[in-house]
């Protein structure tokens, strides 16, 4: 199908390797039955491309930059010489349709159509019914005009009335599914108020092709892109012409498509032109003008494409270009309104069909910004870092959760995609809560963390994003859980939070906002004198009752003088605590006498406590 | 005396203790028990001590001589023992408790170190954002599909009078206009690394997902900055022995604009079923739209830039040899995938 319009001996591989690095991109290219097809992804801002014919064009502008020639050939179309009035009455609103083209077709003779458009139209998955069908379906593919054949006999009001369907009304389409309008389809009603077709979409069966049609009234119309999207996903009828008549198709390429049909129609199906050629298009779009200097194109693309060479590829793909010493004046192909606006969009097609892969590749110079880095990122990997360094494990949990799992005002989304994923989470620990049920197979000792946002909701404003460090151990006894927080407070040199963790069932957790710990936390310590003394060390046990806590017993010892500097669990042996004390005076060395002196001040709170001095 | 005799005995069992096979143990016997040992040099020293303490250090050296005749067969002991097994540096190790920093952590720290290298500073933009940041402000035609409820998520409550709608920013593209409100001073080269939402989960496909943003504004900034940039952070991330290609592409936000692939590691970037012709596509790129940069309150006329937005978990798939089948599994909290990196 492509190289009807592409003159050029370039090889399939060859035109799918170009095509992608400067036009639309060729994803596959595959063979079914003796057809190649080219597997296209057209973006939405060009369906211009989104036929053979547009497709050529594309090639036609790209290969020569490859060094290989190509031409673009025009599109066939067949000649109107029929002086016969156009037998139908239509009648248009004028607020939904911008062009509307049709014609009468005679002794149609409906057969099987020719075997190359049946191998062509199976290559691409549509499926041969007959001539007159298959020549509306290639003759869009070719050129990218959709169109529809309406049996004629059956247009007994021989009157078309293009409007808005009311709520409720009910139409038929050529797939034979019934369907109730939402109120703001495009339809087309015979006069009598029966629903004839939905443009630009589908036919419906009350008018369609069938074995008996002699006679056809082949149309295509410039409908309200919009409305076609939303008629279209809301009956699911994404038909092929829906995708191009939603993104806006160029109203003036209507008639080089439809006369292509008409010759296919005369040439495969023996048809006779039965009519002048009805053509309402009021209000045609006017051409776009843009002017830009070659400077302002240097500019943006960084390297300087010869004015040949610039003109060249413009010219191919349309545009047409008035030069006056430094600046063009370019008129911009009508297939093109959607997607060319500004000086940019021409630096663009100029770029791209040069070759991208051609631009050389540089780092920019100049003024660096005049910010440094913010260190709260490094703070936030330094925990990571520590925190795996002593064997947890970093984990990313999802910051959409069900509503079991935020707090009572928390964001809800609209449309969700799930009931368990409608709200965004207002703590990290819940969803770490969920992380360790699904290890709940594991018997060893595990700690998961996580630094993540948390959504806390504000009025009238948006959610203020917390950045949160969270972590939970499983099946680790308290002391050793307890640890890694101390650990990471000490290497922090967090002094003034509490390395608490929370318990729930056989889980211990924490839950810290970054900006609290980064608040609190020093890169460095502040040097200390090493004392030139040697510290006196001693170990005292301690009988505690069940119900003493062995955090009092730490301060009680430690505010017994300021000469103790750390008391140090080290061995429990059933209810006997051993703590180490460490007694250092940094003026002078203490003496047996000296430390006997603070060890009875020791003694002496420690017995107004509900504990035994062994 | 009594000190000597207890300096002697401390020196004995340190070294006896540091013995390892019968040989080392025999000489040290020889050289405090011998006839001519040290021990017995004491001994023959009794008889020169004043008699009213030589009862005294008599017991003494005597139970000395006891000590050192046990440890040395208690350490003749412990050494056979010892030399049946012979020192095995087989034997495994003790390890400590070993963690693990996540993947996309890993992959967040790669990419800004790369930018950073080049000047680029670091951001976090918000991440429930107004519609104007997600889209007005990025030149979105009121009616893009990814303005409605099919892709983007939505959050339930009152839209602002200028700002839009509340959303889940379907991409970190939002802070760009915020990067240039916020910021005082041009030029600009920022990164932003930011979770973002999309109504979507497949294979390939995250519904909460990282991408990071690059985005350059200065007056001399052309498209050959935005290849370099680009070329300069594939060859950083990926390694130089990948390919990659720029395919013309079209985002509201850029123009010109591409699409980036890299070579499918997989099949070498012959073609295989997780790649399109031997190649992965990574993400889009682009010189900044003038309707962005007015959106963002800098004069269109004087200063251009060029931004991209890719994927972090997107990106690290496609390094080499990772193979992880299903993007999917990034966001598993099981520990069975997470020890694994």
Same mark, same amino acid.
């Given at each position: ?614 | ?113 790369? @930018?950073? !290298?080049?000047? *680029?500073?670091?951001? +976090? ?7 104007? /940041?997600? %889209? ?96 300069? @952070?594939? !060859?950083?991330? *990926?390694?130089?022995? +990948? ?7 079209? /985002?509201? %936000? ?88």
């Amino acid at each position: 199908m492509l190289r009807e319009f592409l003159d050029t001996k370039a090889s399939v591989a060859k035109i799918a390797e170009c095509m992608s690095l400067c036009g639309p991109s060729i994803e596959r290219v595959t063979k079914e039955g003796k057809e190649t097809v080219y597997h296209v992804e057209v973006t939405t801002n060009r369906v211009d491309a989104a036929s053979s014919y547009g497709l050529a064009r594309e090639a036609s502008a790209i290969l020569p930059e490859f060094k290989i020639p190509a031409k673009l050939k025009t599109i066939p179309q067949a000649k109107v010489s029929s002086k016969t009035a156009f037998p139908v009455e239509i009648v248009i609103d004028k607020t939904v349709c911008e062009r509307f083209m049709a014609i009468k077709l005679e002794n149609v003779d409906l057969a099987a159509s020719p075997d190359f458009m049946q191998s062509q139209l199976n290559a691409i998955g549509q499926r041969p019914i007959n001539n007159a069908i298959d020549i509306t379906n290639y003759a869009m593919f070719m050129t990218g005009t959709p169109m529809h054949a309406f049996d004629y006999d059956k247009l007994v009001t021989q009157k078309i009335v293009v409007r808005i369907a009311k709520k409720g009304e009910s139409f038929t389409t050529l797939d034979n599914n019934t369907h109730a309008a939402h109120g703001n389809e495009i339809v087309f009603d015979d006069g009598n108020g029966t629903i004839i077709d939905i443009p630009g979409v589908m036919g419906c069966a009350n008018t369609a092709v069938s074995a008996t049609t002699k006679t056809i009234l082949l149309v295509s119309e410039h409908m309200d892109p919009l409305k076609i999207r939303e008629t279209s996903l809301k009956h699911e009828i994404r038909t092929y012409a829906a995708n191009l008549n939603e993104k806006n198709l160029d109203p003036h390429m209507m008639e080089s498509g439809l006369l292509y049909a008409v010759g296919l129609f005369e040439k495969h199906a023996k048809a006779t032109i039965g009519s002048t050629l009805f053509d309402w298009y009021p209000n045609p779009e006017d051409k776009k003008i843009i002017t830009v200097t070659k400077d302002a194109i240097d500019a943006i693309l960084g390297i300087q494409i010869s004015d040949t060479e610039m003109i060249r590829i413009l010219e191919t793909l349309g545009f047409s270009l008035k030069q006056k010493g430094n600046t063009f004046t370019i008129t911009v192909p009508t297939f093109r309104n959607n997607d060319v606006e500004i000086p940019e969009d021409i630096a663009e097609e100029i770029a791209r069909v040069y070759g991208y892969f051609r631009f050389p590749n540089e780092l920019m110079e100049g003024r660096l910004t005049k910010e440094s880095q913010n260190p709260q990122f490094a703070f936030e990997n330094q925990i990571k870092t520590l925190l795996s360094g002593w064997g947890g494990v970093e984990v990313y949990t999802e910051s959409l959760v069900g509503k079991d799992m935020v707090n009572e005002n928390a964001l809800r989304l609209k449309n969700p995609l799930g009931g368990d994923r409608e709200y965004l989470r207002t703590d990290l620990v819940s969803s770490l809560f969920d992380a360790a049920r699904v290890n709940k197979h594991e018997k060893r000792p595990f700690h998961l963390f996580e630094l993540a946002h948390v959504y806390l909701p504000q009025p009238k404003k948006l959610p203020k994003e917390e950045m949160r460090l969270a972590g939970i151990f499983v099946n680790t006894d308290y002391r050793h859980a307890k640890g890694v927080l101390e650990a990471l407070f000490e290497v922090l040199h967090i002094t003034k939070i509490q390395p608490v963790l929370q318990k729930k069932k056989n889980y211990f957790f924490y839950e810290f906002t970054i900006e609290e710990l980064y608040k609190n936390y020093s890169p460095h310590a502040v040097f200390t004198e090493i004392p030139i003394v040697p510290p006196q060390i001693e170990d005292i046990t301690v009988i505690l009752p069940e119900d003493m806590k062995v955090g009092a017993v730490i301060e009680t010892i430690k505010e017994s003088s300021p000469v103790i500097r750390s008391v140090e669990l080290t061995v429990i042996f059933e209810d006997a605590y051993t703590f180490r004390i460490t007694y250092l005076d940094p003026e002078k060395t203490l003496t047996d006498k000296d430390v006997e002196i603070i060890r009875d001040g020791v003694h002496a709170r420690l017995q107004k406590l509900p504990v035994t001095i062994k | 005396m009594q000190e000597d005799v207890s300096k002697l005995r401390n020196e004995f069992i340190s070294r006896a203790l540091s013995t390892e096979n019968k040989e080392e143990l025999e000489a040290l016997r020889i050289e405090f028990l011998g006839k001519n040992g040290r021990f017995t040099a004491l001994l023959k020293q009794l008889k020169d001590i004043d008699p009213s303490e030589r009862k005294h250090v008599g017991e003494l050296l005597n139970e000395t001589k006891k000590v050192l005749e046990d440890t040395l067969s208690g350490q003749q002991r412990e050494n056979e023992q010892r030399g049946e097994r012979g020192f095995d540096e087989t034997i495994p190790g003790i390890k400590p408790p070993i963690g693990h920093i996540h993947l996309i952590s890993k992959a967040i720290d790669e990419i800004s170190a790369v @930018f950073e !290298n080049i000047g *680029f500073v670091r951001r +976090r933009y918000p991440e429930v954002e107004w519609d104007w /940041f997600a %889209f007005e402000s990025l030149n979105f035609t009121k009616l893009h599909p990814a303005r409605d409820n099919w892709e983007t998520f939505f959050v339930d409550t009152p839209a602002d009078p200028k700002l839009g709608p509340m959303l889940l920013t379907p991409h970190t593209s939002s802070g760009q206009a915020r990067e240039m409100l916020e910021k005082v001073t041009l030029p600009i080269r920022m990164i932003n690394i930011s979770k973002c939402y999309r109504r979507q989960s497949d294979a390939s496909h995250l519904t909460m997902l990282h991408q990071f943003e690059g985005l350059v504004i200065d007056t001399n900034i052309n498209f050959v900055h935005l290849k370099g940039t680009i070329d300069y @952070f594939m !060859n950083s991330f *990926f390694g130089p022995n +990948r390919k990659s290609r720029l395919r013309p592409y079209n /985002f509201p %936000f850029t123009e010109p604009s591409f699409e980036l692939d890299i070579s499918c590691d997989i099949c070498g970037g012959k073609g295989c079923k997780l790649c399109k012709q031997g190649w992965l596509e990574l993400g889009g790129a682009g010189m900044v739209h003038p309707n962005v940069l007015k959106a963002g309150n800098i004069d269109a006329k004087k200063y251009r830039g060029f931004a991209f937005g890719w994927g972090v978990e997107r990106a690290y798939m496609m390094k080499s040899g990772l193979r992880v089948p299903d993007i999917r599994m990034l966001n598993s909290t099981d520990l069975r995938f997470l020890t694994q990196f």
